[in-house]
């Protein structure tokens, strides 16, 4: 997609850093599982923090069965936000301030995956996600846990990204004006894992939780 | 405030992780300026990733007084949250898997600020809380930049922060089960500033701009 895929999804303000392709949208939302679920809620704007995770044309995220954000949720409208913080753009005019960022947003209408099968596989995508294999090293799913989690799914057909990357835009008179200018880069860094102290003798951490990336 | 001022307010899922004091709420969006803000835009839930800063019990935002954010929030109800990213936690269980985080949710009606005084001191403390001094050293704000400019303003009342650190919680029984379990640290790193390939000779870098930290 070259052109943006609904009225409200076009990108009226810095137009010029926006994207409607699959791949700029997908990219984006696998950087970054933190996510903004906006609904409504009585009449009220709610936004929900949340992570999601995505297969294919779909992005997915879960919740307890009783939690306001899921029950309100479903079949009823959201937008969904993820933002991805890259650097502060120091121009020369604080007009002209910005930040390096990618984000996503997505307009559509949320459905609940109901198929238990269909539940459980996504359910081990997303802990697979973070860290491969982990799924098949934990202590079983239950059956119960399973029905306290509900699995929620939005299709990314209405979406758009902005990417915005580089030095300061500065008016061009502005570039004769003797201040200094930059960016200052920003990214997610991840430390060394900290065992839980309670971890049983003799557990070893799988290698691949040292692979753990964000952004 | 150690009890929830309003029932929305009130954090219902992790409940022993919620906050409603000041000193937490404020230390939060003192550490995050981005923010999500929701609304509601021709009956459909929108939010809009933007920047936030504080001053004692208001946060305010600002944009292009011809985007369609700050259109649809004047006067209008929103909903504002600040999320910080702290940490994967690996529990043993699926369904215990968590992430350490610090969140702020405010609810409340934004209201515009017109006084130009105002507006203009609010946008120096938006400049300045990001490096300190740099209002000063830049190209001054024109009357024309400040007009095309609108500064939203919302108080912190309605408000409610949940704070999530440490191990995994884990089932008593699974305490037993042998899996690694433990947290990856996840945090805001700040890389070297480069420059604007286009600074004029001689311009230094204020000092400010290597203490900037977020997170």
């Known amino acids: 997609m070259s052109s943006p895929p609904s009225a409200r999804t076009r990108v009226r303000r810095y137009h010029h850093i926006a ?16 996510c903004n679920v906006g609904y409504v809620h009585e009449g009220q704007p709610v936004v ?24 309100a949720v479903k079949s009823q409208p959201v937008c969904v936000t993820v933002t991805i913080f890259d ?5 020369r005019s604080a007009y002209n301030y910005n930040i390096n960022h990618r984000s996503v947003m997505i ?7 109901e198929d238990p099968q269909e539940k459980r596989r996504q359910l081990q995508r997303f802990v697979d996600g973070f860290i491969p294999g982990q799924w098949d090293r934990l202590r079983p799913v239950t059956e119960q846990e399973l029905k306290a989690t509900t699995l929620m799914s939005l299709p990314i057909t209405e979406a758009s ?14 570039y004769a004006f003797p201040v200094w200018a ?11 894992p900290v065992p ?8 070893e951490m799988p290698p691949e939780v040292r692979a753990f990336k964000i952004g």
């Not at 307890?64 to 029950?71: H, K, L, T």
């Not at 990204?161 to 502005?174: F, I, L, N, S």
């Not at 200052?184 to 991840?190: E, F, G, K, L």
């Not at 839980?196 to 557990?203: A, F």
């Open 19 to 34: 994207h409607y392709d699959a791949a700029t949208i997908h990219a984006i939302l696998d950087a970054m599982p933190m």
């Open 161 to 174: 990204a902005k990417v915005r990357t580089g030095p300061p835009e500065d008016e061009a008179a502005d």
């Open 48 to 71: 929900t923090p949340t992570l999601q995770w995505r297969e294919g044309d779909r992005i997915y995220w879960h919740g307890s069965s009783a939690s306001r954000m899921i029950r």
């Open 182 to 192: 930059g960016v200052v880069p920003v990214r997610m860094a991840i430390d060394a």
């Open 107 to 113: 307009f559509g209408v949320a459905e609940m995956v």
């Open 196 to 203: 839980d102290p309670r971890n049983l003798p003799g557990v």
């Open 87 to 91: 650097g502060l753009v120091l121009a």
